[in-house]
């Protein structure tokens, strides 16, 4: 069978399996260490990502090698997000546009109109890339980071509101209610099964439930954060307040609680990330962080 990608001679690319996680991972932080200096991932990341009922390695990843050695990878994800990423070492060769042309077929066979990926700023020839195929920038995203080393502010529990630590499997669907109806109200967002967010959230191998806080007005799960204990820092994956509940300081008094658990598990800093639909970065920056590196949503039409 013919390759499906279009690539220089002595690569060839395959569909992705579970067990090529840790190469697409190694790839991922790869590039994160060539542009920023700094890796972000870890592997149970993508095979949290991998491992959602809507998501098949096989259909919706592809991994490029050299004989045994890696050299890029992409997927595309219910048809509208990718991510794709090509080794330093494998650059100036044009895979990367090889890789896109996989992935805007990939986007079309899907039905998606519009397709698209957040990268670093850092990576001046991605950027290029992806502005002479028609990309142009969609909005912009944020990692935000605090010293834990500090001393932090005791907890203060907005009036009439409770916090507590998350209870795994009695909490996650009314937790998933609370993050899928405040998410949906960001502009060109694709709406998350419950299946999907359990199989990448509380399964997760990073998860740590007893830094993942939820508020309570009364019995009722009004505010969620949900937190990863990384390897090398906490790191707050999903934060999300009730709409009428927003403004009394709950998602800031949520931050610090999952900022005091990290301390108390030993870690020095903790991220996050925002983009600029959410509105949220003044927020974060009220409870202390700040901007550690930029990212932009290139996406293009595909009509």
């Known amino acids: 069978m013919d390759d499906p990608?279009?690539?220089?001679?002595?690569?060839r690319s395959k569909a992705a399996s579970m067990d090529d996680a840790e190469a697409a991972t190694m790839l991922i932080a790869a590039g994160e260490l060539d542009a920023d200096g700094m890796?972000?991932?870890?592997?149970?990341?993508?095979?949290?990502?991998?491992?959602?009922p809507s998501f098949d390695p096989a259909r919706d990843a592809l991994l490029v090698v050299r004989g045994d050695e890696p050299a890029a990878w992409a997927m595309v994800d219910q048809g509208r997000r990718f991510d794709a990423d090509v080794h330093p070492?494998?650059?100036?060769?044009?895979?990367?546009a090889?890789?896109?042309?996989?992935?805007?077929?990939?986007?079309?066979?899907?039905?998606?109109?519009?397709v698209g990926q957040t990268f670093t700023d850092a990576?001046?020839?991605?950027?290029?890339?992806?502005?002479?195929?028609?990309?142009?920038?969609?909005?912009?995203?944020?990692i935000l980071q605090i010293s834990l080393e500090q001393e932090l502010p005791p907890p203060k529990h907005p009036d009439g509101i409770t916090i507590r630590a998350y209870k795994p499997g009695a909490d996650d669907r009314a937790a998933y209610e609370v993050i899928e109806t405040a998410f949906s109200e960001w502009g060109d967002r694709t709406p998350t099964t419950f299946e999907d967010w359990a199989a990448a959230i509380p399964h997760h191998g990073s998860f740590v439930p007893d830094v993942s806080k939820v508020a309570l007005d009364g019995e009722?799960?009004?505010?969620?954060?949900?937190?990863f204990d990384y390897t090398v820092e906490g790191w707050v994956q999903q934060l999300a307040v009730d709409r009428a509940y927003r403004g009394r300081g709950i998602g800031g008094e949520l931050m610090?609680?999952?900022f005091r658990g990290f301390k108390a598990r030993g870690r020095t800093t903790?991220?996050?990330?925002?983009?600029?639909?959410?509105?949220?970065?003044?927020?974060?920056e009220r409870v202390g962080m700040h901007l550690r590196r930029t990212y932009t949503r290139w996406a293009k039409d595909l009509n």
């Open 89 to 96: 070492a494998h650059r100036g060769l044009g895979i990367g």
């Open 256 to 258: 610090r609680e999952a």
């Open 220 to 227: 009722r799960i009004v505010g969620v954060v949900i937190a």
């Open 123 to 142: 990576n001046t020839g991605a950027i290029e890339l992806f502005r002479s195929r028609g990309y142009f920038p969609l909005w912009e995203s944020w």
């Open 39 to 52: 890796v972000e991932v870890e592997v149970e990341d993508v095979r949290s990502l991998w491992s959602r």
């Open 5 to 11: 990608v279009k690539l220089p001679e002595g690569y």
């Open 270 to 284: 903790s991220g996050v990330n925002t983009d600029s639909r959410t509105g949220a970065l003044g927020m974060y």
């Open 98 to 114: 090889a890789l896109l042309d996989w992935v805007e077929e990939r986007a079309r066979a899907a039905g998606a109109s519009r």
